[in-house]
């Protein structure tokens, strides 16, 4: 299975410390999956001026090349401004509509305070919903305290990203199932 690990902000340290601890704990836990960690910040992204996501080159063809081939993403992203940030809306608005079909997404939300803690169900959920992804149901939100000097403190914060992680491929493993009993179907 093909799992991309996106960090979604361009600076700070406390989302790449998530994203960071996640891609490591996938990689341990299920050696036989492909797992890509791609962090914003070290790409330089076009901005989205309505292409089809095959016609980019460089960093920015790489970046959504992978995630089209994900079958299951991982989204770690701050909150900025109560709402999603640019860096990864951008490329979100890269990908066609349809473009995280059959993929698996969760997320993993990192914000200054608990009041932020809405942002996902408000901002990220329809996003993944309108690019037609398999949106799963819980996330974590860490705050600001919970992450100190690009180290994740709190025990708890990675019992939830872990917990989070085996819901996230048990929904793609039983999403991959019912494609392939609907593919068999078809009967060529």
Request: zero cysteines.
């Amino acid at each position: 299975m093909k799992i991309v690990v996106l960090s979604g902000s361009v600076a700070g340290t406390k989302t790449r410390a998530v994203a960071g601890y996640t891609a490591g704990h996938l990689t341990e836990t299920y050696p036989d999956h492909e797992i890509s960690l791609l962090d914003l910040a070290e790409f330089d992204i076009d901005f989205s001026d309505g292409r089809n996501y095959l016609d980019y080159t460089g960093d920015t063809g790489t970046v959504v090349r992978a995630i089209m081939a994900a079958e299951v993403l991982i989204v770690a992203s701050p909150v900025y401004q109560a709402s999603i940030p640019g860096a990864l809306k951008n490329v979100l608005d890269l990908l066609p509509a349809d473009g995280l079909t059959d993929t698996v997404v969760s997320m993993i939300v990192t914000a200054g305070s608990v009041r932020h803690s809405t942002i996902p169900e408000t901002h990220f959920k329809p996003i993944f919903a309108y690019l037609k992804a398999h949106v799963v149901a819980n996330y974590v939100f860490i705050e600001e305290k919970d992450i100190h000097r690009g180290e994740i403190i709190d025990d708890d914060v990675y019992l939830r990203i872990e917990r989070l992680v085996d819901d996230t491929l048990t929904l793609a493993e039983v999403h991959a199932e019912v494609r392939a009993r609907k593919d068999a179907a078809y009967g060529f």
